[in-house]
Structure formats: C-alpha cells, structure tokens
C-alpha cells in the first residue's frame, strides 16, 4: 500500500501509540522515514542512526521479534491482552505498508532496535526503539 512519508509517519505513529518496548528500561517505538535511502545496507543503517562503523548489529526476524509481545497467555488479565493486541496492531501495520520488514539490533547492552522495511515508493521506513540488556 502506497503512502506519501507524512501520511506513513502518522500510520506507524497511531499503531505506535503508548506502546512501550520492555526490557530493563522500557522505551517508546519512534516512527521514521529515510526518504534518501534507496538501498540498504548495514553500514547505511549505522550511517543513517549515526553510529561508529564497528557497532554491532544483530539481526532477527520481525516474527520473532513480535512473538513474545503479541502472545496472549490464558493467565493475562485484560490490560495484558490489551498491550498484545496494540502490539499485534502495529506488526501488522508495519506489514501492510513496508515490503522486506527486518529487525536489527544496534550496540550491546544499551541497544538501539530498528525494524525497518521497503516502502512501495522505494524508500525505507519503519520504528525505533530502545533496550538495556544487562
């Protein structure tokens, strides 16, 4: 589905809406539009995020990023089954406007996380977030 940028920021921007992403500090997900970028790559990303060249990266796959934040358990109480479906919602946002959907994980231990895909338009758009991991 073709969405001008602003249009696109202000889909990913709904989905995202309160969500928080939890780890030992839990972070807001941050739309964002690279309208410049036409290719990617590793070293674009850490370019684009302003990271030195030598950070890590890890990549995952965005099902298995999305598993453990949209399962809903027979235990969760109704503001838990509330957080999977909004976080269910905004995967499949992220699905239905960017192609080529991948998650990468910036750094160690204080992570920055991108899940970022191919816009219709050719350019690469997605959400950030943030993570503590120690």
Partial sequence: MTLPPDALLS?????AHGLQYPSETDAPFVPFAWQTMRDFSIDKLLIATRHDRNTPVDGTEPEDFFAPLTRVEEWFDDSERE??????HLFDTLKDYLHELSVYRVGTVNMDIYIIGKTDDGYYAGVSTKAVET
Wanted: charge should be neutral.
């Fill in 11 to 15: 889909q990913l921007r709904s989905a």
């Fill in 83 to 88: 957080i999977a479906e909004q976080f269910q």
